[in-house]
């Protein structure tokens, strides 16, 4: 069985500081890893990913995560934040199979 | 080209009431997936589809939930004798198939039930 923690249910942070959310996974097995953001009244949308081959992933609008085995991790980074971030994160592994398990997000507040 | 369509956007029903979710999914998309997303239960996956087949139900809730995939593309989800508790946004999914490949969503299903 495989889970997804997010530390974290709520950010808030500066416009222009770092934005960084944690994830970790318990698996059998190396997963696939992915961070979708949610924007109101949306459907989730696909930031990154992690399959295989480089652990450091760079994702649309300035995200990238880093996959680090020892640790279980797959935290979500941006140097620098736009109030245009502000907006749910969910971290999901699908570790062998094709059904996502999400953590339980974590909503990002900007501040001007 | 066109993303994964849901419909209706909204809908409010009696307790006890049948509902029917529809979702279509991106064209030539193999895979189509459901998921629940509730205020207590976070995002919670329901049933996949590989082409008309749904080898993993194990999501549903219970035998009220019921969902079929008709020419590998349009899904129905079908609620029955809907409870207060079913209350929540059902979101559909669909991708080429297999676990690395990216599943696109749609906008989602808010479903109230009074």
């Known amino acids: 069985a495989q889970s997804v923690t997010q530390l974290g249910s709520h950010v808030s942070v500066s416009e222009g500081a770092l934005v960084l959310l944690r994830c970790n996974y318990s698996?059998?097995?190396?997963?696939?890893l992915f961070w979708y953001v949610q924007y109101p009244n949306q459907g989730l949308q696909l930031l990154l990913k992690y399959t295989t081959g480089a652990t450091l992933v760079k994702g649309i609008n300035g995200f990238e995560a880093e996959f680090k085995k020892s640790e279980t991790s797959f935290h979500l980074t941006k140097p620098s934040a736009h109030m245009s971030d502000a907006a749910e994160y969910f971290c999901?592994?699908?570790?062998?199979?094709?059904?996502?398990?999400f953590g339980a997000g974590t909503t990002v507040t900007v501040r001007a | 080209g066109a993303g994964v369509s849901q419909s209706p956007s909204n809908k409010v029903t009696e307790k006890g009431k049948d509902v029917e979710l529809r979702c279509d999914p991106i064209?030539?998309?193999?895979?189509l997936y459901w998921y629940r997303q509730s205020l207590g239960q976070g995002l919670e996956f329901l049933i996949y589809?590989?082409?008309?087949?749904?080898?993993?139900k194990s999501g549903l809730p219970s035998d009220r939930f019921s969902a079929e995939r008709t020419g590998g593309s349009v899904s129905t989800l079908t609620i029955q004798r809907t409870q207060q508790e079913d209350s929540a946004v059902y979101l559909c999914?669909?991708?080429?198939?297999?676990?690395?490949?990216?599943?696109?969503f749609g906008p989602g299903t808010r479903l109230l039930v009074l």
């Open positions: 999914a669909s991708s080429f198939g297999g676990p690395q490949e990216t599943q696109y």
């Open positions: 999901a592994v699908s570790p062998n199979d094709y059904k996502l398990s």
């Open positions: 589809f590989q082409g008309n087949s749904a080898p993993d």
């Open positions: 064209s030539g998309h193999t895979a």
């Open positions: 698996s059998s097995v190396p997963p696939y």
